[in-house]
């Protein structure tokens, strides 16, 4: 049974450019959350989407935006990227916004964005 | 937000029990207490949660003070791998909103 994958693994950019970040929910999950995690701390919350709809959001400026796919799976892009979104990106996938039976998330491995 | 207290590290031996606190003051009747804990290079992953009694898995323990506003995750036997930064969320079950609101953990170092 796959887990949540991300993509790409890691990835470089300069200030001002754009990116987009990929995520595949474990396998029978609909529902697809992103963190932020700077280093040191923990991760931050960025928004959930759950039937294609982004449900809730942090505290992160519209350059944060997403997608959510019929298959379920999710793409996170921040625009006119700065230096401070240097950071580990993290996706994690629900059954529903909270998966009922478990009442967990289910976390990838992350994609660790640094810009320049 | 996160509205839980733990110390910023621990450290244990290899095959000792290990004991993370974690302070949750002001916690409410609905809340439940759940621990992650992230391995390095890797996202967090579930540990255990519970809301009034104690709980045990395979993974760990949590014990809960009787007043709820404090519990404690156990490692029974600590291992190398068991090395991680652990967090203590507080995870409003009255509600439908699936955020986990992450503090800055309790860093744990395993000694061999």
């Known amino acids: 049974d796959a887990g949540v994958t991300q993509s790409p693994t890691h990835l470089i950019k300069t200030r001002g450019q754009q990116v987009t970040l990929r995520c595949s929910p474990k396998s029978g999950h609909d529902t697809v959350s992103w963190y932020q995690q700077a280093l040191g701390q923990g991760p931050q919350f960025i928004f959930q989407?759950?039937?294609?709809?982004?449900?809730q959001r942090g505290n992160f400026p519209d350059r944060f935006s997403g997608h959510q796919f019929p298959n379920y799976s999710s793409e996170l892009n921040v625009n006119a990227l700065l230096l401070g979104d240097s950071a580990l990106y993290l996706c994690?996938?629900?059954?529903?916004?909270?998966?009922?039976?478990?009442?967990?998330?289910?976390f990838g491995p992350g994609t660790r964005l640094t810009v320049l | 937000d996160a509205k839980t207290t733990q110390p910023n590290s621990m450290e244990s031996n290899e095959e000792e029990p290990v004991h993370l606190p974690c302070n949750h003051s002001t916690i409410s009747g609905t809340d439940y207490i759940h621990w992650y804990r992230q391995l390095p290079s890797q996202g967090p992953e579930y540990v255990i949660h519970?809301?009034?009694s104690n709980v045990n898995n395979r993974m760990a323990s949590l014990a809960i003070a009787e007043d709820r506003k404090s519990s404690t995750l156990i490692l029974h036997r600590a291992t190398l791998r068991d090395a991680a930064v652990y967090y203590c969320i507080l995870r409003d079950r009255g509600s439908t909103l699936g955020r986990l609101y992450f503090g800055r953990g309790t860093q744990l170092t395993v000694w061999p």
């Open positions: 519970g809301l009034t």
């Open positions: 989407y759950y039937e294609e709809e982004e449900r």
């Open positions: 994690a996938s629900s059954l529903g916004p909270w998966d009922e039976q478990t009442d967990t998330q289910y």
